[in-house]
T-cell receptor, first 112, second 110 residues
Framework: NAGVTQTPKFQVLKTGQSMTLQCAQDMNHEYMSWYRQDPGMGLRLIHYSVGAGITDQGEVPNGYNVSRSTTEDFPLRLLSAAPSQTSVYFCASSQTGNSPLHFGNGTRLTVT | RKEVEQDPGPFNVPEGATVAFNCTYSNSASQSFFWYRQDCRKEPKLLMS???SGNEDGRFTAQLNRASQYISLLIRDSKLSDSATYLC???????????FGAGTRLFVKA
């Protein structure tokens, strides 16, 4: 039972590069979301999805794109990486918007 | 004002102590509430949901006061293994935006 799987675990990018963080869940959860965690800031919501084909912005969406073509997958795309995007990124899923979240192991991203 | 605010911490307590964490939220339409635990460099994990009537899980007790928009977590008989960051989590109206507090760091010492 894999739960929520995130890849990669670590990534270093140069300013201006683009990349996609992958997230997949095998629990048939409708709700998926992406967070970033910075020291002293807690987790901040980037984007979320309430089902395949439906996405919406969270607190800090600028510089990120998402899509939800299947229930299982919710990739996060960094369009043009900036040092301010250096952070730890967590993907999460839940059965409904009011259910507890299940998190992936996180991706540690450094942008130089 | 932040949507979810927690005690800044850190809390340093001896083993066996009782410690309480507080959290306030700004959206009166919030529907569901949780406490998560996060160990260093790990993902957050659900500690317990918080219900209006209050709920207990072993040494942990959670309380919700909707009128004051206030959530609390009480840990009794602290263990070394309780050392972690505790995150207060609130779901907004409609449940579609889960907002985390910044967390309170707990150190339990022998």
């Amino acid at each position: 039972n894999a739960g929520v799987t995130q890849t990669p675990k670590f990534q270093v990018l140069k300013t201006g590069q683009s990349m996609t963080l992958q997230c997949a869940q095998d629990m048939n959860h409708e709700y998926m979301s992406w967070y970033r965690q910075d020291p002293g800031m807690g987790l901040r919501l980037i984007h979320y999805s309430v089902g395949a084909g439906i996405t919406d912005q969270g607190e800090v969406p600028n510089g990120y794109n998402v899509s939800r073509s299947t229930t299982e997958d919710f990739p996060l795309r960094l369009l043009s990486a900036a040092p301010s995007q250096t952070s730890v990124y967590f993907c999460a899923s839940s059965q409904t918007g009011n259910s507890p979240l299940h998190f992936g192991n996180g991706t540690r991203l450094t942008v130089t | 004002r932040k949507e979810v605010e927690q005690d800044p911490g850190p809390f340093n307590v001896p083993e066996g102590a009782t410690v309480a964490f507080n959290c306030t939220y700004s959206n009166s339409a919030s529907q569901s509430f949780f406490w998560y635990r996060q160990d260093c460099r790990k993902e957050p994990k659900l500690l317990m949901s918080v219900y209006s009537s209050g709920n207990e899980d072993g040494r942990f007790t959670a309380q919700l006061n909707r009128a004051s928009q206030y959530i609390s977590l009480l840990i009794r008989d602290s263990k070394l293994s309780d050392s972690a960051t505790y995150l207060c989590v609130v779901n907004g109206a409609g449940g579609f935006k889960t907002i985390f507090g910044a967390g309170t760091r707990l150190f339990v010492k022998a």
